[in-house]
């Protein structure tokens, strides 16, 4: 069954543990909620299951619906409970009960099972999760990874319509964190819902259909687990990246990159990403550092650390040659704009008489531009410069942007917040290839054409 939360807000005492929270959970997806600790993860998992009750909002899960401006009766509570199933991160299993049970208390006493119905059920659950050898042992004489299972076996019992896990994988080791990831992948196939917590990326990335990004108590990012691990969005920002013809990422973001890890000694190696996912991506450790075209505007500098600019930076609209000379004959009018960038929400902060149009890359802009099924593209100044030259068709709309409230203060790296040794290298490297020609060499190359 699907999920449906709408402005929840939950306190511990004076303590705000959940602001604001809204999320859309289709059936049969599996939900990971990543995040530092203290980001409200496990409040949110708890709020799924009432065993936080929030103060505003509203929740609807496995056919369930409750609007907190009122008390959920008693009896409400265990209605949701019998199709909501959970599994602790302490297994929470009853050490004087055997394994078999554990799995057949509830069942007996919840949904009036007879105890052979219930050994039944009890039976086909062990098999399927490889504890029948274990059916008569308790909880004392397991392993964490066999208690884990045991817990899992035991949520199932009930046959729910959403399972829930709080850090399902933590204190494993490898092999069994394996195990237990093959396990939600199992159910996943079954079209049951579930919702993870977890701190462990790898686990995510494994077992995810859409992600959500948690910070004290808000929801910072989300998508699904294409936008944050596989990323499709071709490198087409040139003259900072673009592909040549071998397939290769080329761009001045690219030499800069390499004359600055060589000289920090490091390693440095590109990927395709979707702007969009860039800072989430960051923060979940798929790579260690950012530098692809991006502002350093206020908002951003709230979620990761910037070096100093490498590049000075404004944005220009472009349209078709004679068309247009001012902004203001853009009202109306369709406006092209990478999604997920400063530039778009410039113009639907400063310009909403344009419709906006976003695109995953810019050259599919340009591409709409030129055969005129958009009538001008809002980028930076030196990407559409490029444009420009290329082009005699097209020119440019009006002045340069410089707004730094959206632009900020030029191009920067951005690292994960706190690694300011990484920061530091790169600000140092960066005075090093000015100083000594580098980067003049490099700008040359891409904008001195």
Not at 237 to 262: H, Q, R, T, W
Not at 436 to 446: C, F
């Amino acid at each position: 069954m699907s999920i449906q939360l709408n402005g929840i807000n939950c306190f511990y005492g004076a303590h705000q543990a959940l602001f604001d929270i809204t999320l859309d959970c289709p059936e049969g997806e599996t939900l990971v909620l990543l995040g530092p600790s203290g980001a409200g993860k496990s409040s949110l998992l708890r709020v799924l299951n009432l065993l936080e009750m929030p103060r505003s909002g509203t929740l609807t899960i496995a056919g369930n619906h409750f609007d907190f401006t009122k008390t959920p009766s008693d009896k409400a509570i265990r209605e949701l409970r019998q199709n909501v199933g959970m599994v602790f991160q302490q297994y929470n299993l009853w050490p004087h009960l055997t394994v078999v049970q554990n799995l057949i208390e509830a069942p007996c006493r919840v949904l009036g099972l007879t105890k052979d119905q219930a050994l039944a059920r009890a039976e086909k659950l062990l098999e399927r999760l490889r504890l029948k050898p274990y059916s008569d042992r308790y909880p004392l004489h397991l392993s964490g990874g066999q208690q884990q299972r045991v817990a899992i076996a035991r949520a199932l019992m009930m046959e729910p319509q959403v399972l829930l896990f709080d850090e399902p994988t933590a204190a494993l080791d490898p092999e069994i964190t394996a195990q237990i990831v093959s396990i939600i992948h199992e159910l996943a196939e079954t079209n049951i819902t579930q919702v993870i917590v977890t701190h462990e990326v790898e686990v995510a990335r494994k077992t995810a259909s859409r992600v959500i990004y948690m910070e004290n108590g808000h929801i910072v990012e989300h998508g699904d687990a294409g936008c944050f691990a596989h990323p499709q969005t071709e490198a087409s920002y040139p003259p900072f990246e673009s592909m040549d013809a071998n397939n290769k990422i080329v761009g001045f973001d690219v030499d800069l990159a390499n004359a600055l890890c060589k000289e920090i000694d490091a390693s440095c190696t590109f990927t395709n990403q979707a702007f969009d996912s860039l800072i989430p991506s960051l923060k979940f450790r798929r790579f260690d550092a950012v530098m692809a075209g991006m502002d350093i505007t206020p908002e951003r500098e709230k979620q990761v650390l910037f070096t100093t600019p490498y590049y000075d930076n404004s944005a220009l609209f472009v349209g078709q040659q004679g068309k247009y000379t001012s902004v203001d004959q853009l009202k109306g009018k369709k406006v092209g704009v990478q999604n997920g960038t400063t530039h778009q929400k410039f113009i639907m902060d400063k310009h909403p008489e344009i419709t906006t149009v976003p695109y995953d890359s810019y050259q599919n802009a340009k591409l709409d531009l030129q055969n005129g099924r958009i009538d001008a593209v809002f980028g930076d100044t030196a990407v559409v410069t490029e444009w420009l030259k290329a082009n005699p068709k097209l020119a440019p709309v009006g002045d340069k942007v410089t707004d730094k409230d959206y632009f900020g203060t030029g191009l920067g790296i951005a690292v994960r917040q706190g690694n300011t040794e990484l920061q530091q290298k790169f600000n140092t490297a960066l005075e090093k290839v000015k100083k000594d020609g580098t980067y003049e060499t490099i700008y040359n190359k891409w904008f001195q054409k």
